[in-house]
């Protein structure tokens, strides 16, 4: 079974400063896709970057990129240049056919 | 973009009563869809896998005859709570992804939160 372990409960971040959520998930596919996913207040849950495993070029999305690893099974959120609108329960995700796994979350706080 | 339309927002009922959700597609054919229950600060646990014209897969746990899907069509897929208990209150939650996308990115609705009094 697929797991996905998102190994900090909660992190707090400085306005404008670089943040990095972590994430690990192990696996036996070879063809899966990862997500990170931010869910506010409002717990609408908000695509934020997607990585398909077979691209070894590392997605990034403006302010949001990842630095995935593919052997080590890591897949790690960088949030630059960090807003207050930034705070959220973020989860990271795994996707392979129809199995879709979520990590525990990480609460992001951004102090201003 | 895709969009997915989640109703009720919000419902209260009584123990005993029946409740039923609905995840609609707005824009797209979704031949699968997942609905997931979140407890407070926790992560998302995914219930079952709606499939369009067949039975839900159910994940261990999730007694499927209190928690009755359908998906009879390739843009709506509805979850009946079945004799709600207060123990049923939650946050329920559905995802689709679009047919003939392999692996697309899930679009989600925006939630319901059932209180069950």
């Known amino acids: 079974a697929q797991t996905v372990t998102q190994s900090q409960p909660e992190m707090s971040v400085q306005e404008a400063e670089t943040v990095t959520l972590s994430c690990t998930y192990d696996t036996s596919e070879s063809d899966y896709y990862l997500f990170w996913y931010k869910q506010p207040p409002s717990r609408q849950m908000i695509l934020v970057i997607r990585q398909e495993a077979y691209k070894q070029q590392n997605a990034t999305e403006n302010r949001f990129s990842v630095n995935f690893q593919k052997a080590a099974k890591s897949f790690s959120l960088k949030i630059s240049d960090s807003q207050l609108g930034d705070a959220a329960m973020y989860f990271c995700a795994y996707l392979a056919g129809n199995m879709l796994t979520f990590g525990g979350g990480t609460r992001l706080m951004v102090k201003p | ?117």
């Not at chain 2, 959700?21 to 699968?32: N, P, Y």
């Not at chain 2, 896998?49 to 897969?57: D, L, Q, W």
């Open chain 2, 1 to 117: 973009g895709a969009v997915v339309s989640q109703h009720p927002s919000r419902v209260i009922c009584k123990s005993g009563t029946s409740v039923k959700i609905e995840c609609r597609s707005l824009d797209f054919q979704a031949t699968t869809m997942f609905w997931y229950r979140q407890f407070p600060k926790q992560s998302l646990m995914l219930m079952a896998t709606s499939n369009e014209g067949s039975k839900a897969t159910y994940e261990q746990g999730v007694e499927k005859d209190k928690f009755l899907i359908n998906h009879a069509s390739l843009t709506l897929s509805t979850l009946t709570v079945t004799s709600a208990h207060p123990e049923d209150s939650s946050f329920y939650i559905c995802s689709a992804i679009r047919t003939g996308w392999a692996n697309s990115p899930l679009h989600f609705g925006n939630g319901t939160r059932l209180t069950v009094t």
